[in-house]
């Protein structure tokens, strides 16, 4: 895969997955199908989203609009 973006991880499914941490972490293994050279996208005003942050090797770009990224929005409207 040559991008993964992640949007957020919120407690949905949590019937299937047990635990926000179990979810948490089957949304993490995403970006282990990325190529070497791959980029993940990540939103950063997500809470979850530091735990990707400080575990992804592969280029990486932030979005958001509350938190410090890389890539920000606002509300014009």
Known sequence: MD???LTN????HL???GS???YRN????????????GFAVINADDAASNVFLSKLENP??????KRPAEVT???IE
């Open 3 to 5: 991008a993964a973006v």
């Open 9 to 12: 991880v919120r407690p949905n």
């Open 15 to 17: 019937d299937y997955h």
């Open 20 to 22: 926000t941490v179990n």
């Open 26 to 37: 089957a949304k993490g293994r995403l970006f282990q199908h990325l190529r070497p050279h």
């Open 60 to 65: 990486l770009l932030t979005v958001g609009m």
């Open 73 to 75: 929005a606002a509300v």
